[in-house]
């Protein structure tokens, strides 16, 4: 149904402009990019004074995103052009966001060990996932709101991942509706379910998500409360004039409140009630192939194959909600162990580098998925930054992978990380 690009060869990095540059900084790029830092703060002066509900306008000191490298770049150009109150719900975790800092550092702790002599002249980054083989390991995780990020939320982030050849999961808290998002695709979509305390609503969302195209269920097991978000409290968030849970329109609770009182821990949107006996209703109501989102426990792990499950994604939730969870990479391993390779098991949190994608499949990842770096992407250019931002991630990972000496996904193991001796 999707013309999916699979493979790669060195002949294509020289055939397009721009990839055979050096990645070390001249001094013309360090002065560019000081240029660029300075067309951000000129640009960050129309941002100040902005509403919630205000996008900020084009600014003529604004960066050119094609001066924009790595996700870093994009990120800090975000934070200079979108509304503080996107910014802090975007880029907050839960209380003292231990974890959100934990979760890319681990990352920088993990060394690698490259092998020489091999021949990488053709790379092959290929996965099968459910529903279909991919031809990259690099999903886009469920994000929600992303209208106070962008004026066309969702529709340009699916546009972006249709240029970027990605799959995008939507959320179930997006600012379009889920059948409008799946019009305007044109690669897979999955769909991510916040089960709700209404049943007959949860039933009517798998119902549209099938009837849609949506090719897997996404199904959010990590969160019968939200976190500490102090970061949103003091930024007031609350989504502004205009815009919706667009997928929950018509119930009571598409206008119920985004946080609960002071005295009370539980949202109307969430339901704490929800236990392994609901998996096995949700395979009774959809053929879709069934993911649980938000697994840390070799032992959910270990009870997720046993309730049949299509697969499994390793999550924090983006450590928005339990701070002093340990970082997503440093739990793979373990989970990884249990399952044993029976299911695809996929790892979000902290990926900011092709380096971080490589180091996740050696960690026994069969893919990963980013959300902030994404999102980054969508507020500084739209679909178009969306794309940078996956096609970055995915070059990195291919020279990550020549330079380590394994042309293959599947020639990528735990053997590919340095560990020190054991006494």
Not at 224 to 230: D, E, S
Request: hydrophobic share 40%.
């Amino acid at each position: 149904m999707f013309n999916l690009t699979s493979t790669r060869d060195v002949g294509r990095y020289n055939s397009t402009e721009g990839e055979s540059r050096t990645m070390e900084l001249s001094r013309r790029d360090l002065l560019r990019s000081a240029g660029m830092l300075a067309g951000a703060a000129a640009l960050a002066s129309t941002t100040v004074g902005c509403t919630p509900s205000t996008t900020p306008a084009p600014s003529s000191g604004a960066p050119n995103p094609k001066d924009l490298h790595n996700l870093q770049d994009f990120e800090r150009v975000a934070k200079l052009v979108m509304p503080p109150m996107a910014w802090e719900y975007v880029s907050g975790g839960a209380a003292d966001e231990i974890t959100l800092r934990w979760n890319h550092e681990a990352y920088e702790h993990i060394r690698l060990r490259p092998r020489a002599l091999v021949d990488v002249s053709h790379l092959d980054t290929r996965v099968r996932l459910p529903g279909r083989e991919l031809p990259f390991p690099i999903l886009l995780a469920p994000t929600a709101y992303q209208k106070i990020s962008h004026p066309q939320g969702e529709l340009a982030t699916v546009k972006g991942a249709g240029e970027a050849d990605a799959t995008m999961v939507v959320s179930t808290m997006s600012n379009v509706t889920l059948e409008e998002i799946a019009a305007a695709a044109t690669r897979p979509l999955w769909f991510q379910l916040y089960v709700q305390p209404d049943r007959e609503l949860t039933k009517h969302l798998v119902r549209r998500a099938e009837s849609a195209g949506y090719e897997a269920l996404v199904v959010t097991v990590d969160a019968p409360v939200l976190g500490a978000r102090y970061r949103e409290l003091r930024a007031n968030f609350a989504l502004p004039a205009g815009l919706e849970r667009a997928n929950l329109r018509g119930y009571a609770v598409a206008n119920s409140s985004y946080h609960p009182s002071e005295q009370s821990i539980f949202s109307a949107t969430l339901d704490p009630s929800l236990t392994w006996k609901d998996i096995d209703w949700f395979r009774s109501i959809t053929k879709l192939p069934i993911l649980l989102k938000g697994i840390q426990n070799p032992a959910d792990a270990e009870r997720a194959v046993s309730a049949g499950v299509a697969g499994i994604i390793v999550s924090n939730h983006g450590a928005r909600d339990l701070d002093t969870a340990p970082a997503t990479i440093d739990v793979l391993p373990d989970v990884a162990a249990k399952v044993n390779g029976r299911i695809p098991m996929l790892v979000d949190g902290g990926i900011r580098r092709g380096t971080d994608v490589f180091k996740a499949i050696a960690s026994g990842a069969t893919a990963v998925l980013i959300g902030r770096p994404y999102v980054f992407g969508l507020a500084v250019d739209g679909a178009g930054g969306v794309s940078r931002v996956v096609n970055i991630l995915r070059r990195e990972l291919e020279i990550t992978m020549a330079l380590c000496g394994r042309p293959s996904i599947a020639d990528i193991d735990a053997s590919a990380i340095w560990r020190r001796p054991t006494k």
